[in-house]
């Protein structure tokens, strides 16, 4: 059968639209999932044991279990209980929940090492835990954990590929509908592929830059 | 929830979990091996090599495991390469996660210092018999426990190998969550399997890791 | 072929790191038996110098040779691989940090090389690494890992992982320097006691009073330059160079 790449740029603007499908949800995943990961880190530390354990315990799933059968979870447990979302919503919420518990995970122990002095420090000038928390802990801890939170996100682009499983017209479902019109699987998805790759080259590249200018600010 | 539902269905989950954990130890074999030769590659002594390895690690890093999934089992038999599901889902994950081990063993060679590398080198030993008895066991210790956090993502990832229809926990939890619409049950019973999957798994490398740590 | 008075042999060795130039033009010749030391500042290119005559690090100009043998000869890769792994058995080379394997004990550190390239069977290496950790004085922690030993004791048993190849020359790299202050004359009595044994030995270290009573010759380098060298009686008491004179100053003050 051999390989034929002149029917990829007939096909291009499908594979584009697609991309910047994936771009968004894969912003709007990680923006999901650095403030879900603030706020899981705060209820998985401070919250009151009632809360604490059971939260704990589906943070643990959520570790234990793949992307893709929680994306099934939230997609069809969603419409059984009556709310009905576009597949990307669904997506977004899935592919950011899953690696709000990981950035979780990361924010927990940076806030564990800057917590003990600054806690008191704060306390004594007369906030509250709350207040000292939000002002001089939270922001502290999200600075230390930045370059791994830029793994995450990484991860995070290469995984929205799944969301294409639940019927989200990204870059992955695209190359599936080109490949329906023209029956050229290999083609596409090299292509797909190395839209992934340049993305994830860029943000690598971000993701240097970001940690030399902490390595400097320290 | 529906209990009588999920007492019905739970054998055919068992049967698919077993398929995952085959897939789960036929992918760590491949992974493993990829993984030694990326890392022989990435630090020999020939910058051909040295290529090679970085741009296996770039590239299957780089790119979604699912897309090279995709290539492998669909695109495959136009470039000659004829799978079934199952051989692809080994062979796409396997080479996927090499990549992956091939910088958790890379990076464990790499940090023994190199006075241990200089000291074999002083007493006569060739690069290779420096390499194998003093470098590598050391070197070995460390990998455990990092090589076991890619075992983990890699039995997660083998719910990928849903999207080519092979017929594991992920496939068999959508395809009861199509037919009786009963998500959070059939989460429930593939999330269950999985965690102890897994749990097993992190258990068994806790221990080897205690068992080959110097004293 | 031997050559007494030529048994290492160092001719115009030089080593440069891009611009930087580490060694210039050194020439040395110590005689068999002889106990050489080697003083001076760091990055005098003392330990350099040292590091060269077993080719850890490699010449950019110049050549070593030991018993009528060049050592950092002109080969292609394989067959330089080859010479250099014949020639390093007949170097002892004593680190400043020891470079015991941490995941071998005593025994197994110090027979590990005559076992792979000597062939010695079981019985053999274990009567070589009872005989060389007896001459150091660490007979009864044969079966120790390093984790369970002082620094000073390290130090012997890779001393004797050394001459378990029975070298025909001894490298010492400040193998005292990472020492606390009362460990270090266990390590000293031993070379001392190789001294004793003609073994022929170069010694980079910042020991005055150890080079003065062990050594048959003191060399003096600064900036890559043999500046000065002589017998220990001459070098530390009536030295010729200012810059001689100033560095022994320094140290002997630092040192009380």
Not at chain 2, 128 to 145: D, G, S
Not at chain 3, 31 to 53: D, E, F, H, M, Y
Request: charged share 20%; proline share 4%; net charge positive.
């Amino acid at each position: 059968m051999g390989l034929d790449f002149t029917v990829v740029p007939e096909h291009l603007d499908v594979i584009l639209l697609g991309c910047l499908w994936t771009i968004f949800i894969a912003v709007a995943a990680a923006l999901v999932s650095f403030f879900g990961g603030i706020i899981f880190a705060v209820i998985a530390l401070y919250a009151p044991w009632i809360i604490r354990q059971p939260f704990r315990l589906i943070e643990w799933v959520f570790m234990g279990t793949p992307l893709l059968l929680q994306l099934f979870l939230i997609y069809f447990g969603l419409v059984q209980i009556g709310i009905d979302l576009p597949a990307f919503v669904a997506g977004i919420i899935g592919l950011g929940l899953h690696f709000a518990v990981y950035n979780s995970e990361l924010i927990q122990t940076a806030i564990l090492s800057v917590d003990k002095g600054q806690m008191e420090a704060a306390r004594t000038v007369g906030l509250s835990r709350g207040q000292a928390l939000r002002k001089v802990v939270i922001p502290q801890a999200v600075r230390d954990v930045i370059p791994p939170i830029g793994n995450n996100m990484i991860a995070l682009l290469k995984d929205s590929a799944l969301v294409s499983v639940i019927g989200v017209s990204e870059l992955t479902l695209s190359a599936q509908r080109a490949i329906g019109a023209t029956y050229r699987p290999f083609e596409f998805y090299l292509v797909a592929a190395a839209f992934y790759y340049v993305i994830n080259l860029c943000m690598e590249w971000v993701q240097r830059r970001i940690e030399r200018r902490i390595a400097i600010s320290r | 929830m529906d209990i009588e539902l999920m007492q019905r269905v739970y054998p055919f989950f068992l049967q698919a979990a077993w398929v995952t954990i085959q897939l789960s130890v036929l992918t760590a074999i491949l992974g493993l091996t990829c993984g030694a030769l990326g890392a022989a590659m990435r630090l020999s002594r020939l910058a051909v090599f040295r290529f090679l390895g970085a741009a296996y690690v770039s590239v299957f890093r780089g790119t979604p495991a699912l897309i090279q999934l995709f290539i492998l089992y669909f695109g495959g038999p136009q470039v000659g390469i004829q799978l079934d599901a199952f051989e692809a889902g080994v062979i796409g994950l396997g080479v996927n996660v090499g990549a992956y081990m091939t910088e958790t063993i890379r990076g464990a060679i790499i940090s023994i210092p190199k006075g241990q590398r200089e000291a074999a080198r002083t007493l006569g030993l060739s690069r290779w018999q420096t390499f194998y008895n003093a470098i590598l066991p050391q070197a070995a210790r460390l990998m455990v426990r990092p090589l076991g956090v890619n075992l983990n993502m890699l039995i997660k990832s083998t719910a990928l190998v849903a999207a080519i229809s092979v017929v594991e926990l992920t496939y068999t939890a959508q395809r009861y969550i199509g037919s009786t619409y009963k998500p959070f049950e059939m989460f429930l019973l593939a999330g269950l399997l999985y965690m102890i999957i897994i749990y097993a798994t992190g258990r068994a490398v806790a221990w080897l890791d205690r068992r080959v740590q110097i004293n | 072929m031997t050559d007494t008075e030529h048994f290492v042999e160092i001719k115009h060795a030089q080593k440069s790191f891009g611009k930087l130039e580490v060694l210039k033009d050194i020439s040395l010749n110590v005689a068999r038996g002889q106990i050489v030391a080697i003083i001076g500042p760091s990055g005098s290119g003392k330990s350099t110098l040292l590091r060269a005559i077993n080719d850890l690090d490699a010449l950019t100009g110049g050549e070593i040779w030991l018993d009528g043998v060049q050592v950092n000869r002109d080969l292609p890769y394989r067959q330089y691989e080859k010479h250099i792994n014949q020639m390093r058995q007949d170097i002892g080379m004593v680190f400043q940090h020891f470079n015991l394997f941490p995941h071998m004990t005593a025994r197994d550190n110090v027979t590990m090389a005559p076992k792979l390239l000597k062939g010695l069977s079981k019985a053999e290496a274990d009567a070589l690494a009872e005989e060389q950790l007896d001459k150091v004085g660490m007979l009864e922690r044969i079966d120790y890992y390093p984790s369970q030993l002082s620094g000073g004791q390290k130090q012997r048993v890779a001393i004797a992982r050394a001459l378990a190849m029975k070298p025909k020359l001894m490298l010492f790299d400040e193998a005292t320097s990472a020492l606390d202050p009362e460990l270090v004359d266990e390590v000293n009595q031993v070379m001392k006691k190789l001294a004793e044994e003609h073994m022929t030995m170069i010694i980079v270290t910042h020991e005055m009073d150890f080079a003065a009573s062990v050594c048959d010759r003191v060399l003096f380098m600064d900036k890559g330059v043999v500046v000065e060298e002589g017998p220990p009686s001459v070098v530390f008491k009536n030295p010729t160079k200012d810059r001689t004179r100033e560095f022994l100053r320094k140290h002997l003050a630092g040192a009380k």
